[in-house]
């Protein structure tokens, strides 16, 4: 963790927020009405829960979903002491 008020601390959240603002197509300076809450939670939920974690791929985790990897690594077999 970076030292107190360093400005790194809140840039992962920042990013993720503006993705989700861009996507969802609220800016701050829309003068136009929002989404009410009901709304808004049913987008977020999808967004987060079928696209993020189960449909979009990452190159970080070698293009599968967040979701395909974890199945991949509860699947693998564990390393026993005698392997080392």
Request: with cysteine.
């Amino acid at each position: 963790m970076p030292a107190k008020g360093c400005y790194w601390d809140n840039a992962v959240v920042e990013d993720l927020f503006y993705t989700l603002k861009h996507e969802l197509g609220i800016d701050d300076d829309d003068e136009e009405i929002h989404p009410s809450p009901k709304d808004l939670q049913r987008e977020l939920t999808f967004r987060i829960d079928d696209y993020y974690n189960s449909g979009r791929r990452s190159s970080t985790l070698n293009n599968a979903c967040p979701i395909g990897y974890q199945q991949q690594y509860i699947r693998a077999p564990t390393l026993a002491l005698a392997d080392f």
